[in-house]
């Protein structure tokens, strides 16, 4: 089955204590792409300036990533400027231009409306709600947001978590959003706002699942080659929806492996810059790598 992402495409900005890269390809749509496409057919809304490369997605194109939800505005791209200090949990947001993201205002072609799978990445709640309405029926609708959104509008968000089937977020998010210290108990409240399930990310202590008031924990991967975080939230939602459009059964058992799908995913994204190391990847290092995370998790 395909999935429908509407997000950001952005070009990105970052330094690091192992290097920097200017103006690199970035945003929550082309990282979630870089991800999904290895298990299913992606979809792309999104909106770019006339300054955006457009040869450098010629990779996702040629995996057969639909950008024919792509819009080009008079303008500039996205653009986004970060620092990560040794400690890569830590970062300084240099800056942050919208420039044509600032008006996005996302209109589904209209072959776009009936894909089953939907993934709202982090975008003004009343624009997710605005996507939904443009839908017709899906099967599955899994969204991200951030604090800003928590903190400016709560109303909004609350009435699109009514609405949706699974948020993914990470655990500060979490604890903001519920006014709950203890992740746990944050966890059991977000829940009672409406999502089905819920994803929460942490980083490099893996990741919780809670479905069905049932806990599912999942390491991170151990790696000793961590370069650039940017995108890994993204990159793991990739990996996770693109996982369940392709089995197409949404049960608690798939729900753990699109996790350890969407974690394997992330694990590579962190290799190098930008989604260099995704564009590299092959369907048998995916599964090596998925079965590395079996063996990690295994006890009997």
């Known amino acids: 089955m395909s999935v429908l992402v509407v997000g950001s495409a952005a070009l990105d900005s970052i330094e690091t204590p192992f290097g920097k890269v200017e103006n690199a390809l970035g945003g929550s749509a ?20 006339q300054d955006f490369p457009m ?15 792509l819009t080009v505005e008079a303008g500039k791209t996205f653009r986004w400027g970060g620092k990560y200090f040794l400690d890569l949990n830590r970062r300084e947001t240099l800056y942050t231009e ?10 589904l072609p209209d072959q776009f409306r009936k894909i089953p799978y939907v993934f709202l990445a982090n975008i003004q709640p009343d624009l997710q709600l605005s996507v939904l309405e443009q839908m017709q029926k899906p099967k599955l609708v899994a969204m991200d947001t951030m604090n800003f959104w928590i903190e400016g509008t709560p109303d909004s968000l609350k009435r699109l978590l009514k609405k949706i089937d699974i948020l993914i977020i990470n655990d500060s998010e979490a604890r903001l959003l519920a006014q709950e210290s203890n992740l746990f108990k944050a966890a059991d409240a977000i829940v009672k706002m409406g999502p089905k399930s819920l ?11 809670i479905d069905q008031n049932v806990y599912f924990w999942a390491p991170a991967y151990p790696l000793k080659d961590l370069f650039d975080p940017t995108g890994a939230g993204d990159t793991f939602a990739g990996g996770f929806m693109g996982y ?18 969407g974690s394997t995913l992330a694990s590579y994204c962190v290799e190098k810059f930008s989604v260099e190391r995704l564009k590299e990847l092959t369907e048998n290092d995916i599964e090596s790598r998925y079965h590395e995370f079996r063996e990690l998790i295994r006890f009997d």
Request: aromatic content about 12%; glycine content about 6%.
């Open 98 to 107: 919208l420039n044509v993201f600032e008006t996005f205002n996302p209109t």
């Open 244 to 261: 369940l459009a392709k089995m197409n059964d949404i049960t608690p058992m798939n729900l753990r492996k699109a996790v350890i799908y």
């Open 30 to 49: 082309i990282y979630f792409s870089s991800a999904a496409n290895y298990f299913t057919n992606v979809h792309v809304v999104a909106v770019v300036g």
């Open 199 to 209: 994803v929460i990310k942490k980083g490099e202590h893996g990741a919780l699942l």
């Open 55 to 69: 040869q450098d997605i010629d990779y996702l194109k040629e995996r057969d990533v639909d950008f024919s939800g």
